[in-house]
């Protein structure tokens, strides 16, 4: 299966002059459409959905710059993310595009603000202005109803795997299904078995995640993230804490 994925990775500070192939770096360097658009770092939360609201002449712009191929192929676009917490600026001007199969890689020091253009995209974090596009629908403007069916089609993958403590490894990966309009109390033993061999976890399965190590916890989070059939993954620092053998294992499942 082809999936779209993007990544958040830490970068070291010796790592800052590497060339990296493949990897789409949001950062202040980039060049960007700044005059186009106003700092919204001082406005209240109030005026949020106003912010939000985009001059169509710049978002073509935006999207001309990129230069990311046809509309048809880009399944999740961001133009020009801003986020702020209090005084403190955490995105300016983000922009990224994701074409149908593609892998991206966010990569930058702690505190840059990776997590954050992750959670904004699928809605836990609101943004102070700018645009997400997701399969062609501005993400920030749909009713939560209408989100959470995007939301279907988008996993998310925990910087710490994010398991329910009270749950076993099975009630975890059968979780996400369960709560789903369509569900129809269908057995999923052996769907479940199938995403925990797919991690090389089948026997872990009626464990709790405090019986767990942090690279089995990853695996397990990795496998529930597939339970659901998404078409775009993202990955908020996968490998982070882990040693290199295990950082090795989930960079393959990957």
């Keep these: 299966v082809n999936f779209n994925i993007i990544l958040t990775m830490n970068q070291k500070s010796d790592d800052k002059e590497k060339n990296i192939d493949n990897i789409k770096q949001s950062s202040d360097n980039e060049k960007r459409t700044d005059d186009s658009v106003q700092d919204t770092g001082k406005k ?3 005026n949020k959905s106003e912010n939000r609201k985009r001059d169509p002449d710049n978002k073509k712009q935006s999207s ?3 230069g990311k191929g046809t509309k048809e192929d880009t399944i999740l676009k ?3 993310l801003k986020k702020s917490f209090g005084k403190l600026d955490v995105l300016k001007n983000v922009n990224l595009t994701l074409k149908k199969g593609e892998s991206v890689v966010i990569l930058g020091r702690s505190g840059t603000g990776k997590s954050v253009i992750l959670e904004c995209i699928i809605g836990l974090l609101e943004p102070d202005s700018g645009d997400i596009e997701v399969f062609g629908k501005e993400f920030l403007d749909l ?10 089609k988008i996993g998310f993958l925990f910087q710490s795997g994010a398991l329910y403590d ?5 009630e975890n990966l059968e979780f996400p299904v369960v709560r789903q309009p369509d569900y129809k109390k269908e057995d999923l033993t052996k769907k479940v078995e199938e995403q925990l061999k797919n991690v090389g976890l089948e026997n872990a399965i009626d464990k709790v995640p405090s019986e767990l190590s942090g690279g089995m916890k990853k695996r397990i989070g990795l496998a529930r993230t597939l339970m659901l059939d998404p078409e775009i993954i993202l990955y908020d620092e996968p490998t982070t804490g882990l040693d290199p053998f295990t950082s090795n294992e989930i960079s393959e499942l990957i």
């Excluded at 009713?143 to 279907?152: G, W």
């Excluded at 009270?166 to 099975?170: D, L, N, Q």
């Design 143 to 152: 009713h939560e109803a209408d989100k959470n069916k995007l939301r279907i």
């Design 166 to 170: 009270s749950m076993t490894v099975r």
């Design 78 to 80: 961001i133009t020009d």
């Design 64 to 66: 001309d710059s990129n």
């Design 44 to 46: 209240s939360d109030n």
